[in-house]
């Protein structure tokens, strides 16, 4: 009777470990799809200058990749990043979206690079070249920015075509070199 009662009890208790381990395996997947669209959309980088769409990396859904999708001013040597990703493979760690490489489209140059998000408006980014350079950015979700929400801009930018804007409209460039030369 004993012997049957340690058997019964023994795969109670194998019935419950596995259990635990699909619910477990369940939390931590959940988790990190959860992180992954904590962060996706649209960002205003530091300055208001460009653009930037946080989306799953294609190659796997698990890590973060960025696209620059917009400049302020097209003329920058930056523009020749427009439509390609300038943040990939970053993994999250529960804390912070770390292993990521960034690449300055400014000069070109890589870096490795973390994110944490700070609430649900706001990225720090910190990019670093041999651990000791680094930089950091404060990045703001673009549909939280007060003077930008349901403004008709705020969508995303294309043309007539639905072919994404490579250059931001004439009348923007006059009105941002008018507030440059103040």
Same mark, same amino acid.
């Given at each position: ?29 959940? =988790? ?30 698990? %890590?973060?990749?960025? %696209? ?16 390609? *990703? ?9 804390? $912070? ?33 041999? =651990?000791?350079?680094? *930089?950091? *950015? ?7 920015? !007060? $003077? ?7 969508? !995303? ?6 072919? !994404?804007?490579? $250059?931001? !409209? ?13």
């Amino acid at each position: 009777m004993l012997r049957y009662l340690i058997q019964a009890s023994g795969t109670l208790f194998v019935s419950i470990f596995l259990n635990l381990v699909v619910v477990a395996e369940a939390c931590c997947d959940e =988790r990190d799809q959860s992180a992954i669209s904590r962060v996706v959309g649209r960002w205003a980088t530091q300055g208001y200058g460009a653009i930037v769409v946080l989306h799953a990396c294609e190659a796997d859904s698990e %890590t973060l990749c960025g %696209t620059l999708e917009w400049l302020w001013d097209a003329e920058r040597p930056a523009a020749r990043y427009l439509g390609e *990703q300038i943040f990939w493979g970053a993994v999250f760690d529960g804390v $912070h979206w770390r292993d990521g490489r960034m690449r300055n489209p400014e000069d070109g140059r890589e870096y490795r690079g973390r994110i944490t998000r700070l609430d649900d408006h706001r990225l720090h980014l910190r990019g670093c070249a041999l =651990r000791v350079l680094c *930089q950091e *950015q404060l990045w703001r979700r673009l549909e939280s920015l !007060p $003077h930008l929400s349901g403004a008709p801009h705020c969508r !995303p930018l294309a043309d007539t075509a639905g072919a !994404p804007i490579k $250059h931001m !409209p004439e009348e923007l460039a006059r009105i941002g070199g008018l507030l440059r030369s103040i």
